[in-house]
């Protein structure tokens, strides 16, 4: 038992290892002064500097951050209303859709991404065609944010959808109904009642919208035109000389996902304290009564 | 959160601060006589799709060309780019973007005139075309110069690592490309037309094939090489040569001085059957948003402290009458950047090819990628019903099993 | 609340982006540029069989060693005290929010010939090994990036699975073979599907892993298609066959390992 327990827990550290090695060289070499991949030449934080003067990437990153934002929020409230409303459908519709929306799913993301890059040239070239003749001027459509922000909301409307469907399946059916009886008006109900209790469900929904739309690089790929996102400037970079601010670029994206993952904890353990707490003391008020 | 956050900020804030000692701008004389401050405040953004590795980017002391404009200008530049023609084409075709000004070599440009994908120049807003040499005026792609400015010219050679490369084998020319004895060694053009040219050379036939029997013969030879060929590199092969990761590889000569400067054990050479020389210039696409201030980067561009700025980084020869007197006696005087008439004489520049010969050269471009001995027609169209076929009935399978089990 | 409108931007959208789409790629597949209905482009890839065929090969053996290095760490994950089980969990999933680009980036550095592995096994007088590439380096790629899709279902299902059948299985005299053959895989099952399919799909359609990693010599069906629709062959006609065929291939990998939506549902 003991040699198993052993070899138990040297295979973890090999996988774990595994895992985690290429990025911690990553990061290391990011503090490297020389420009060197494999050489070490001495601590410098020379591409921190660098790469908060370079501007591509700076822009790069808003332009993620606003189509993540943008189309996670979208999709979320679409996707929501479609929850609800799916939920009330019948089993053979409801099917229907759900088959529908696993398409995005399961489809290779480079299928996905030709697909509606297809969309967009056969409708932006016949607009184009409709605008110039009707307008009297060249009217040009082209690829950019929105084609961008479009594909990004497909791809994320089905999470959404199957995120919030099991959380309203759970839902007592009987809520809704009460809260008209005690003299709702329908808006009210929902907002009052329903969204309270899918909230948990649709905010999950919305980060990994926003998780998905900020690392898709594929999609994005064949859909952003002009528009540089981060994943495509990364991209980019290293089709070039690569420059060790990649290594910086990388050891602050690693920082910041362990900051958030670490808060989130903290903030679950804080909460679950909290309820702890209370059930400690409704206890105990229940004792004294 | 709020602890982390606070920390990240310091963390930025310091490294801002830091950073903010370098790079103070030096304003770029520009000739007089040009209003480059008529489009401040009218927050335009030019779309510039450009090589990677194109243009003098503020690194090491250089100018930062696109910098420098914004500032002049107060235009603001969204620069990208891109790594072959092909693609370049490929991404305007498809209506991938508004781009304002694209830099595509000679037979592309020669191709897009064709095909109607580019503006014609108003010159009054280019008047530094005065400054381009007419040795690179009036080329066949665009003859009456309404198209495009000359932005490089140069040649194709071959970058070489000295301590693995035998001198002596740099006698077979393009041939070494394909010697064995340097199997998985060699770097090759991931872009069809200059792997083409390349294979055509070798056979001694023109660069610009005649027939599609010329495109099928160029194709077997880069079939054959493909034995000894490591990978298939556009800039990626700076990393590669510069760090030894392999002996040759063919590219452009500007870039190869770039390499030499940063490894001294490589070298370059011409071969002597000659070569393809390139010329790259500026050209605006159809339907381009803001074609005035276009132009004026493209005038920008051909300023002389820019134009000398840009040649002494990336290593091209420049079509700009007035640097190759201010550069550098080791770049004015490089063959390699400057090759003799001689040589010239022996070089050929790239035409645009028809439509026919064209597109068996794309189709022959992803044979020689995914090359292996060509399966019978009709197999793929069996092969997908007999899968479409299986997965119908394991669908079928698992549904009478379910069927089964509700029972 | 009981209407069923809330859906329908939803389907209209679905529809217009997703359906159509599709629609257009299949009409590309058997057309000529000018519209004209042909086979052409489908018996076309009969030149490509063996990129396929590489593709197919080199997914399944990414996928067979993910499964083979996942099964146990899921196993030994979901017996972990809970308080632990949730770490383990999250540094599963950290490489992952890492960009792919990135991940992928950062084998290029460590297998280069001058890289930090070859440099290392120098010490021992070992090399240089020529590891960035070849085929070895693809799937070495795959496995690293998608083993986290392999591990977690296969911890999410096992966590299920109660301690005292296997402990019933070792009283009743199984040896581990026997508790591994007929009770865990077993048990298991659904986990090892989903994990196929997360693994599987991914890999075979990359074009990024075998561009980085390959150097362009190992093409892979993604790569090919990228050819035709953004790079150098221009042709969205064959490139749209390309695609068709590889969603066969994938929706035939489906129809082996997830058997309705139901169950699929689960897995999300």
Redesign the interface.
């Known amino acids: 038992m003991k040699r198993g327990r052993l070899l138990k827990r040297v295979y973890m550290v090999a996988v774990f290892g595994f895992l985690y090695i290429p990025i911690a060289v990553l990061i290391a070499f990011s503090f490297n002064e020389s420009k060197?991949?494999?050489v070490w030449g001495g601590f410098s934080?020379k591409w921190?500097?660098?790469l908060?003067?370079n501007?591509?990437i700076l822009?790069s990153l808003a332009v993620s951050l606003f189509v993540a934002f943008l189309s996670a929020s979208i999709a979320t409230v679409l996707g929501t209303l479609a929850a609800i409303g799916i939920n009330n459908m019948g089993r053979r519709a409801r099917g229907a859709v759900m088959t529908l929306s696993y398409v995005p799913v399961v489809n290779p993301e480079i299928v996905t991404g030709v697909s509606t890059?297809l969309l967009?040239?056969v409708f932006?070239?016949q607009m184009?065609k409709f605008l110039t003749a009707l307008l009297g001027t060249?009217v040009?459509?082209?690829?950019?944010i929105v084609t961008l922000l479009i594909t990004h909301i497909t791809f994320c409307l089905p999470y959404v959808l199957f995120n919030v469907s099991p959380k309203l399946r759970q839902m007592d059916v009987h809520l809704y109904e009460a809260a008209l009886d005690l003299g709702c008006s329908p808006r009210q109900a929902f907002f009052k009642v329903v969204l309270p209790e899918i909230m948990p469900a649709v905010l999950s929904a919305f980060l990994i919208s926003l998780t998905y739309s900020i690392d898709d690089f594929i999609i994005s790929y064949f859909n952003s035109?002009?528009?540089?996102t981060l994943p495509i400037a990364i991209y980019?970079m290293t089709?070039?000389?690569?420059s060790p601010e990649i290594n910086a670029l990388s050891a602050i994206m690693f920082?910041?996902i362990l900051?958030?993952i670490?808060?989130a904890n903290?903030?679950d353990a804080a909460r679950e304290r909290r309820l702890a707490r209370a059930l400690r003391r409704t206890q105990w008020e229940a004792g004294q009564g | 959160?709020n602890g982390?956050?606070k920390f990240?900020c310091t963390i930025?804030a310091l490294?801002?601060c830091?950073?903010l000692a370098p790079?103070a701008l030096a304003q770029v004389e520009v000739r007089g006589g040009y209003d480059y401050t008529r489009f401040r405040d009218q927050d335009i953004t030019l779309?510039v799709?450009n090589w990677?590795?194109y243009i003098s980017d503020g690194e090491d002391g250089s100018m930062d060309v696109v910098?420098e404009f914004e500032e002049l200008t107060g235009i603001r530049v969204?620069?990208?780019?891109f790594?072959?023609n092909?693609?370049l084409?490929?991404?305007l075709?498809?209506?991938?973007?508004?781009?304002d000004v694209i830099i595509p070599s000679d037979y592309m440009i020669g191709k897009m005139i064709n095909e109607g994908m580019l503006e014609e120049l108003d010159m009054g807003n280019i008047p530094n075309f005065d400054l381009i040499d007419d040795s690179c005026k009036s080329q066949p792609y665009d003859p009456d110069n309404r198209y495009s400015v000359a932005y490089t010219w140069g040649v194709v050679g071959i970058v070489y690592n000295k301590t693995m490369v035998d001198e002596a084998d740099l006698e077979q020319g393009w041939g070494i490309l394909w010697d064995p004895k340097y199997a998985?060694n060699i770097l090759m053009f991931?872009?069809?037309r200059d792997a083409f040219a390349i294979a055509a050379k070798m056979l001694g036939n023109s660069l610009n094939p005649a027939s599609t029997d010329e495109v099928d013969a160029a194709a077997a030879k880069l079939k054959e090489q493909?034995a000894v060929?490591?990978?298939?590199?556009?800039?990626?092969v700076?990393?590669k040569m510069?760090?030894?990761?392999a002996a040759l590889a063919p590219y452009y000569a500007g870039d190869g001085i770039t390499m030499m400067a940063d490894n001294e054990n490589l070298g370059m050479f011409l071969p002597a059957e000659g070569t393809n020389r390139f010329g790259d210039a500026m050209c605006i696409p159809?339907?381009a948003r803001n074609k005035e201030a276009a132009e004026m980067f493209i005038n920008f561009m051909c300023e002389t402290p820019v134009a000398l700025a840009n040649t002494e980084y990336i290593c091209y020869s420049s079509p700009q009458k007035e640097v190759r007197a201010l550069l550098p006696a080791e770049l004015s005087e490089s063959e390699l950047m400057y090759p003799g008439q001689e040589y010239l004489a022996l070089c050929e520049a790239m035409l645009v090819l028809p439509d026919d010969i064209n597109?068996a050269m794309?189709?022959a471009?992803?044979?020689v990628?995914?090359?292996?001995?060509?399966?019978?027609?009709?197999?793929?169209?069996i092969i997908?019903a007999a899968?479409?076929a299986?997965?119908?009935f394991?669908?079928w399978r698992?549904?009478a099993q379910?069927r089964r089990t509700e029972f | 609340m009981k209407s069923k409108l809330g859906a329908s931007p939803y389907l209209v959208w679905m529809v217009a982006f997703v359906a159509v789409p599709l629609a257009i790629v299949v009409y590309f597949a058997f057309t000529t540029k000018d519209g004209a209905f042909t086979?052409e482009n489908?018996?076309?890839?009969?030149?490509?069989?063996?990129?396929f065929a590489r593709g197919i090969l080199q997914a399944m053996l990414a996928t067979a060693i993910c499964l083979v290095v996942a099964f146990p760490i899921g196993f030994f994950l979901s017996r972990m005290a809970p308080a632990h089980q949730k770490m383990m969990q999250m540094l599963i999933m950290l490489p992952m929010w890492m960009n792919f680009l990135l991940r992928t980036y950062a084998w290029m550095t460590l297998l280069?010939?001058?890289g930090l592995i070859n440099r290392f096994l120098g010490l021992f007088g070992i090399g240089p090994l020529?590891m960035?590439?070849t085929g070895g380096a693809v799937v070495l790629g795959m496995v690293y990036n998608y083993l986290p899709f392999m591990i977690l279902p296969l911890y999410t299902i096992m966590v299920k699975i109660d301690p005292s059948v296997i402990e019933a299985a070792q009283d009743l005299g199984c040896n581990v073979f026997h508790v591994l053959g007929k009770v865990l895989v077993p048990l298991a099952m659904p986990g090892i599907t989903t994990g196929i399919t997360m693994v599987f799909v991914p890999s075979i359609s990359t074009f990024i892993i075998s561009r980085m990693l390959g150097?362009?010599?190992n093409?892979l069906p993604g790569?090919?298609i990228e050819?035709?629709?953004?790079?150098?062959?221009?042709?969205y006609n064959?490139g749209s066959a390309m695609a068709l065929?590889l969603m066969?291939?994938v929706?035939?990998c489906?129809?082996?390992t997830t058997?309705?939506t139901e169950e699929m549902e689960a897995m999300v």
């Open positions: 060197s991949r494999a934080l921190y500097v660098n908060f003067h501007e591509m822009q890059m967009f040239v932006n070239g184009s060249e040009r459509l082209s690829f950019g035109g002009t528009v540089q980019s089709k070039k000389r690569v920082a910041v900051a958030i670490l808060a903290a903030f | 959160m982390a956050k990240f930025l490294l801002l830091a950073g790079g779309n799709y990677g590795e910098q969204n620069y990208t780019t790594d072959t092909e693609s084409y490929a991404k075709k498809s209506g991938g973007g508004d781009y998985g991931n872009n069809s493909k060929v490591q990978a298939y590199v556009m800039d990626e700076f990393d510069i760090g030894e990761e159809k339907g597109s794309d189709r471009w992803s044979d990628r995914s090359y292996d001995t060509s399966g019978n027609g009709w197999i793929f169209p997908l899968m479409l299986l997965a119908a394991n669908y698992r549904a379910k | 086979l489908i018996m076309g890839l009969g030149a490509y069989t063996t990129v280069e010939r001058n020529q960035i590439n150097g362009g010599a093409l790569d090919l050819l035709q629709f953004l790079g150098n062959s221009y042709n064959l065929v066969v291939i929706l035939l489906m129809s082996f058997a309705d």
